[in-house]
């Protein structure tokens, strides 16, 4: 059964740092394109970043770029979401996807991507 499994959201203050995981079972992930979302209560689901592993080249969103870095362990299976200098702004669920292709232009579109966790909650507040 292919799955995608995400950990490691909770409540952090202003200025506070979390790792997300992100777990696959079912495939491996160093074939395709791992990206990360999130969506805020009433906003539309937005593009965080994209990791391509054939050629180990990451796009980040302008809004986290300098702040949040993805990372993978090939052994586990497993993609990181490494986020620093957390912002009342970055509150929303954070979903990874995998998608059969490298990233491309079109990476922070949810169709690229035919793999879905459940999600994690993260939550920037004092």
């Known amino acids: 059964q292919v799955q995608l499994v995400e950990s490691g959201g909770g409540l952090v203050q202003p200025g506070g740092s979390l790792r997300l995981s992100c777990a696959a079972s079912?495939?491996?992930?160093?074939?395709?394109?791992i990206a990360w979302f999130r969506q805020a209560p009433g906003k539309e689901r937005e593009g965080v970043s994209c990791?391509?592993?054939?050629?180990?080249?990451?796009f980040y969103a302008d809004s986290v770029k300098g702040r949040f870095t993805v990372s993978t362990d090939n052994a586990k299976n497993t993609v990181y979401l490494q986020m620093n200098s957390l912002k009342p702004e970055d509150t929303a669920v954070y979903y990874c996807?995998?998608?059969?292709?490298?990233?491309?232009?079109?990476?922070?579109?949810?169709?690229?991507?035919?793999?879905w966790g459940q999600g994690t909650q993260v939550t920037v507040s004092s």
């Open positions: 990791f391509s592993h054939s050629d180990s080249v990451t």
């Open positions: 996807a995998a998608g059969g292709s490298d990233c491309g232009l079109g990476w922070r579109r949810s169709a690229e991507y035919d793999y």
């Open positions: 079912g495939f491996t992930l160093d074939y395709d394109a």
